[in-house]
């Protein structure tokens, strides 16, 4: 339960500059994490 809500506040803060921003022209954290998130799995 402790990891679960950690990774809800997680997200939380690299989703943060993305709601509160949207048309901005900077990388989103949260678009890097999810792609890094993608090349993970299959890499191994």
Do not use: Q
Request: charged share 10%; glycine share 6%.
């Amino acid at each position: 339960m402790k990891r679960i809500v950690i990774g809800i506040l997680a997200v939380t803060v690299f989703a943060a500059p993305c709601i509160y921003d949207v048309f901005s022209n900077e990388p989103s954290p949260l678009l890097g994490l999810l792609a890094a998130a993608a090349v993970a799995p299959g890499s191994l």
